[in-house]
C-alpha cells in the first residue's frame, strides 16, 4: 500500500503535485484543512507500504512516524516546520528543512531537479515567500505578469485550505489537488478561463472584502491584533488576510483572531517580514499552538488566556 499524507494548503498540495508529476503513483491520500496536521496517526501501516509526508509537522507527528517505521514501511518525509529530533532509521528518507525562507514545494522541487519549477514557485508564493518567489522567477525569466499571476494562484489555493472542517471550504484539498494534477504547468491553469484559478479568484475576492471591516482589539508599534466573527468565510480569510496585512506593514507582527465555533478563538500569526522568526515560539506557549519560525497559529485560544496572549505576544516582537 502506498500512502499520501500532506497538508491540505498551496506548499503541501503542490510538494505532492510535483511527485506525482514527476512519477505517478496510485495511492491513498490522507489530508484536510491547513491546521490539520496531525495526520500520520491515519495511516496503518505495514511492512513494504510506502508512505510520503509532505509539508507537517514531524514534531507533532513523531510517535505516529516512528510507529510506520517500527511497523517496516518506507517513508520519504519532507517538510519545513518544527521537527524536534530527527529518527535515526534506515527506512526514513528525511528532508527537514526549517529556513525561513524555504518551503516543502522548493524542497521536492530541488529533489525533482526543479522539473516542475514553476509549481514550486507557485506554492513560494502561497507560503508567503514572496521575495524568494520572485527570486527564483526571476532565474526562469518570466515576466511581471507571469509573477503576478502565479503570486496570485499561490495564494487562492492556500486560501482554499483554510477552515475548521472540509465543509468551510470551496474544494476539499484532495479534490483541488485533482483538478491541478492535469496541468504541468501553472501558466497553462491560468490561461483557462473556466478553470479553478477565476473560480477561487472570485470567492477569494468576496471572502477579503467582507474582512475589511474586522475589529482591532490589540495594536502597539511592534503588533497588531485583529478579529474575525464566526464564520465559514472568516475561516477561510484568517491565514491570507495575515499574509495580506504582514505585506502591507511588514515590519510589524499580526495575529488574526477569529471567533472559534464553540468558544475562545482560532489564532493565526504572521513574523514582521523583514524579521521572519519567533511565531512559533510565541504560539508553543499554548497549549494548541504549533507551526514554523514564520507563520504559526493557535487551534483553540479562550477567552481567559487573551490577556496574557496579547502580553506574549507584544513582548516577544517589541
Known amino acids: 500500500m502506498n500512502y499520501d499524507v500532506f497538508n491540505g494548503d498551496a506548499d503541501g498540495i503542490i510538494a505532492l503535485l510535483q ?6 503513483t496510485e ?5 484536510g484543512v491547513k491546521r490539520d496536521i496531525q495526520l500520520l496517526q491515519q495511516v496503518e501501516a505495514t511492512a513494504g507500504d510506502v508512505v510520503r509526508v509532505l509539508d507537517i509537522s514531524m514534531e507533532k507527528n ?5 510507529q510506520c517505521l517500527e511497523a517496516g514501511a518506507k517513508v520519504f518525509y519532507a517538510d519545513h516546520h518544527r521537527a524536534g529530533d530527527i529518527p535515526e532509521h534506515a527506512n526514513l528518507d528525511a528532508h527537514i528543512d526549517l529556513d525561513a525562507n ?3 514545494s522548493l524542497i521536492v522541487s530541488d529533489l525533482l531537479n526543479h522539473q516542475f519549477h514553476l509549481w514550486a514557485i507557485t506554492a513560494a508564493y502561497g507560503d508567503n515567500m514572496i521575495a524568494k518567489a520572485d527570486q527564483e522567477a526571476d532565474k526562469l525569466g518570466l515576466t511581471e505578469e507571469q ?3 502565479l503570486r496570485a494562484l499561490g495564494i487562492y489555493i492556500n486560501y ?4 475548521s472542517s472540509v465543509e468551510d471550504l470551496h474544494f476539499a484539498p484532495e479534490k483541488l489537488f485533482e483538478l491541478l494534477l492535469n496541468y504541468p504547468s501553472p501558466l497553462t491553469l491560468i490561461e483557462e478561463v473556466d478553470s479553478v484559478f477565476y473560480q477561487l479568484e472570485s470567492a477569494y475576492q468576496s471572502d477579503m472584502d467582507k474582512a475589511q471591516s474586522a475589529d482591532v482589539l490589540f495594536e502597539n508599534d511592534a503588533v497588531k491584533v485583529i478579529c474575525l466573527e464566526n464564520a465559514a468565510w472568516s475561516r477561510r480569510i484568517s491565514g491570507v488576510l495575515g499574509n495580506e496585512l504582514a505585506n502591507q506593514s511588514p515590519d510589524k507582527a499580526h495575529a488574526v483572531l477569529t471567533h472559534h465555533k464553540e468558544s475562545g478563538y482560532t489564532v493565526s500569526i504572521r ?3 523583514n524579521n521572519k522568526q519567533g511565531a512559533d515560539k510565541v504560539v508553543t506557549q499554548f497549549a494548541t499552538g504549533g507551526g514554523r519560525a514564520a507563520a504559526a497559529g493557535i487551534n483553540q485560544l479562550s477567552e ?10 507584544g513582548d516577544y516582537y517589541s
Open 19 to 24: 511527485l506525482q508529476l514527476a512519477n505517478p
Open 27 to 31: 495511492s491513498k491520500k490522507i489530508t
Open 62 to 66: 513523531k510517535e505516529a512516524l516512528i
Open 102 to 104: 524555504t518551503c516543502t
Open 147 to 149: 509573477k503576478a499571476k
Open 160 to 163: 482554499n485550505g483554510y477552515g
Open 271 to 273: 513574523a514582521p517580514l
Open 304 to 313: 481567559s488566556e487573551l490577556t496574557r496572549f496579547y502580553q506574549v505576544f
